[in-house]
């Protein structure tokens, strides 16, 4: 086992689930030794929120900016249950792929850069640690670091041998109906069911999903009621929006304002609480051209890249509304996300090492710019 998948192997080996600082610091520890190794300043950074993040950054120039998030969606204890594994040519192991061979990548391709002449450039590295909470406290560093950059390169899981140009923008929303509660046998006529009224309202937002136009509503988790024989005075649903462009968000938000405004059961009042958490990152000519130098250099590299439109949304979404260009999916093959299945195709995590670090060395000199 080589030093990279060791390092590997040593992160996957550590709990960081959101909000898990100890499991954070912990991998921190790891990657501080690396920074000082390439002459790289290593720095934590805290959030308007409490959290705390890390930059890693050398050089001098403009700025190409590397984002990958320390954070996993899994529980404390599950490394202990689930070590990093290898079978075949596949690596299992919580947060294998998602995102912690991102880490090794960059981490990797940097050690390559190091062994020749650095590039003309200032390379900085944003390890977050709660993209996986759609990055509410990183977000602000984020949008610091991304303004005015050359290129933001988002060491996410790739879709296989593929490259991201673009990701839905994702809403997330609670709405709420209050009513009456009445006891459903002597005084049914009292109640303002607010599981009924609901229930219209849901049927009528699943009506706005248009997927030629990519904007989908999901009403998904449900609550009302206490018991069959009690009227429900209250009730509400948890709602995914996702859509394409950012052109689409005010539509979008008009039509589900304007269905939440309507009363079916007398009397009933609701309330929408919610925002769009990650707008939408659009394909535009700059990613487009992005994308194109990455596949000149993967097919001088013997790799075969094509480009994908994601329906999920990550750090490129916010990197993206600064308006620079972003690339996405620049990390290794991997598969079963946020699942006990997850896993790493190891053959993938040194032809991305490879591409990422080609990609600096030309861009830093000058032979490829966006």
């Not at 977050?128 to 990183?138: A, H, I, Q, Y």
Request: charged content about 25%; aromatic content about 6%; hydrophobic content about 35%.
């Amino acid at each position: 086992m080589d030093k990279h998948l060791a390092l590997l192997e040593a992160m996957v080996n550590v709990d960081s689930g959101s909000g898990y600082r100890e499991g954070f610091q912990q991998l921190a520890a790891m990657i501080r030794p690396i920074a000082k190794e390439l002459h790289c300043s290593f720095e934590s950074r805290t959030a308007h929120d409490g959290s705390v993040h890390y930059v890693m950054s050398r050089g001098e120039g403009e700025r190409i900016l590397l984002i990958a998030h320390l954070d996993t969606v899994f529980p404390l204890g599950t490394a202990a249950k689930r070590p990093f594994t290898i079978i075949g040519d596949r690596a299992y192991g919580p947060g294998v792929s998602d995102c912690k061979s991102g880490v090794v990548t960059i981490l990797a391709a940097l050690d390559e850069l190091n062994r020749d002449q650095w590039p003309d450039c200032r390379i900085e590295c944003l390890f977050n640690t709660d993209e996986e909470l759609s990055s509410p406290g990183s977000r602000e560093i984020i949008a610091e670091l991304a303004k005015g950059a050359k290129a933001v390169l988002v060491v996410e899981p790739a879709e296989g041998d593929n490259l991201t140009v673009a990701r839905k923008g994702i809403g997330r929303f609670v709405l709420k109906v209050t009513g009456k509660a009445a006891h459903s046998g002597s005084n049914y006529g009292d109640g303002r069911n607010a599981v009924v009224e609901l229930a219209h309202k849901i049927t009528e937002i699943y009506r706005l999903s248009d997927l030629k136009t990519g904007v989908t509503f999901n009403p998904a988790v449900i609550k009302g009621g206490s018991r069959p024989n009690i009227v429900p005075d209250y009730a509400e649903v948890e709602i995914d929006l996702r859509l394409k462009t950012v052109a689409q968000e005010r539509q979008a938000l008009e039509r589900l304002n304007e269905i939440v405004g309507r009363r079916w059961i007398p009397e009933t009042e609701s309330r929408l609480e919610g925002m769009i958490t990650r707008p939408p990152m659009e394909v535009t000519p700059a990613n487009l051209q992005l994308y194109q130098e990455f596949k000149t250099i993967g097919d001088d590299l013997g790799i075969t890249l094509g480009y994908v439109e994601s329906g999920g949304g990550s750090d490129a979404n916010l990197a993206a509304a600064c308006g620079v260009p972003v690339i996405d999916g620049l990390g290794p093959v991997g598969g079963g996300h946020h699942t006990e299945e997850e896993y790493l195709e190891i053959p993938s995590l040194y032809r991305r090492i490879k591409l990422l670090a080609e990609y600096l060395k030309r861009c830093g000199n000058g032979k490829i710019g966006v």
